[in-house]
Every structure is written in structure tokens, then in C-alpha cells.
């Protein structure tokens, strides 16, 4: 993810906001929004394992609502 521009339109042509991603991860609002910045604007630089853990099942559930938004 290059930015949270590309972020945003992602999550839209998923159908999905931030919020229930991170609903569908197990984390708050405002955790969810830390884990965003970390992973697009500091690159990861500072992630923990954990951190990196829960950006892929975000990506995946968000690659898994595009597929099924084109059905």
C-alpha cells in the first residue's frame, strides 16, 4: 500500500470502511487507525509481529470483500 489514498479507495471498492475492518481483526476504531498509520506512513519501520499479523488478515479480508462486491 503506497498511501492512505490507495488505502481509501481499496476500502471502497470493497464496500467496507476501516472501522469494521478492524472489527473483523478483533481491534477498535482508534487501534485500527494507529495500525493504518504505521503500516502506510512509518512502512511498517515500527510494526511489531503482531502489528504485521493483523495488517495481512486486514489486506485479506479486504481482498475478499473486493472479490465478493464483483459477483
Keep these: 500500500m503506497a498511501d492512505k489514498w490507495e488505502w481509501s479507495f481499496e476500502l471502497a471498492k470493497a464496500r467496507v470502511n476501516q472501522t469494521q475492518v478492524g472489527e473483523f481483526?478483533?481491534?477498535?476504531?482508534?487501534?485500527?487507525?494507529?495500525?493504518?498509520?504505521?503500516?502506510?506512513?512509518?512502512?511498517?519501520?515500527?510494526?511489531?509481529?503482531?502489528d504485521r499479523k493483523?495488517?495481512?488478515q486486514a489486506l485479506d479480508y479486504v481482498k475478499l470483500k473486493q472479490r465478493e462486491v464483483e459477483v
Design 25 to 50: 481483526i478483533g481491534i477498535t476504531r482508534s487501534q485500527m487507525s494507529t495500525l493504518v498509520t504505521k503500516m502506510i506512513t512509518g512502512e511498517g519501520k515500527t510494526a511489531s509481529e503482531l
Design 54 to 56: 493483523r495488517w495481512q
